[in-house]
């Protein structure tokens, strides 16, 4: 009698340690997608992009979320985004701020610097309301960019939307494996018990 005790309460506890583990890895990571087309009239001949990145939790104020570096194109000049850093101005408005790590400087603040040379850039994507704090679509305010091209700068300016969602959390090989020796000791301590062999 004291082995079948023992053994419930290894179940018990195997069955609970699952749960426990699973419901820990449940917390699912929130995706930014941005998709972006020039807004500038006329058009200076950007060509629209997206690019996205996930984080933990909902962007703040002075964060550098990491993401895939980017490239923004237009005729024979190409800017590769690689630094960036959110924050807020008044009105209130958010905004992700994105560099080439050249000549051209982010800045807290919602702030951007003109470049220098050819292939440096900015990019400033503003969001009326604030930083998000809720999943959904959002559509970009009036954003801007700078971007050297040897000869002069240009000034271009951008549109589109940002959709924050949820992603799918996929558990952990070892939760499940985990959670399995749990499901199949119950099952064999109810066979057991009926006396089924």
Same mark, same amino acid.
């Given at each position: 009698m004291n082995r079948l005790r023992l053994l419930t309460v290894l179940v018990v506890a195997l069955s609970a340690l699952s749960l426990f583990t699973l419901a820990g890895t449940a917390h699912a990571d929130l995706l930014y997608q941005f998709d972006v087309h020039e807004t500038t009239s006329p058009l200076i001949g950007f060509q629209p992009f997206s690019f996205s990145f996930t984080v933990p939790t909902f962007v703040t104020d002075?964060? &550098?979320? =990491?993401?895939?570096?980017?490239?923004? $194109?237009?005729? /024979?000049? &190409?800017?590769?985004?690689i630094?960036? !850093? =959110?924050?807020? =101005?008044?009105?209130?408005?958010?905004?992700? !701020?994105?560099? $080439?790590g050249g000549t051209g400087v982010i800045l807290p603040g919602c702030t951007i610097s003109v470049p220098t040379t050819d292939?440096?850039?900015t990019l400033q994507l503003d969001v009326p309301g604030g930083l998000p704090t809720a999943t959904g679509m959002r559509t970009l305010g009036v954003s801007a960019g700078f971007f050297g091209t040897g000869v002069?700068?240009?000034? =271009?300016?951008?549109?589109? /939307? !940002?959709?924050?969602?949820?992603?799918t959390p996929v558990p952990e090989p070892g939760s499940v494996a985990l959670l399995s020796l749990g499901v199949a000791a119950a099952g064999w301590k109810l066979r057991k018990r009926r006396g089924v062999a």
């Open positions: 002075g964060q &550098s979320p =990491a993401f895939t570096p980017f490239t923004m $194109t237009f005729g /024979t000049h &190409s800017y590769k985004m630094n960036d !850093l =959110a924050g807020t =101005a008044f009105g209130p408005t958010g905004c992700f !701020l994105f560099g $080439t292939g440096d850039g002069t700068n240009v000034i =271009a300016g951008f549109g589109g /939307t !940002l959709d924050i969602t949820p992603v």
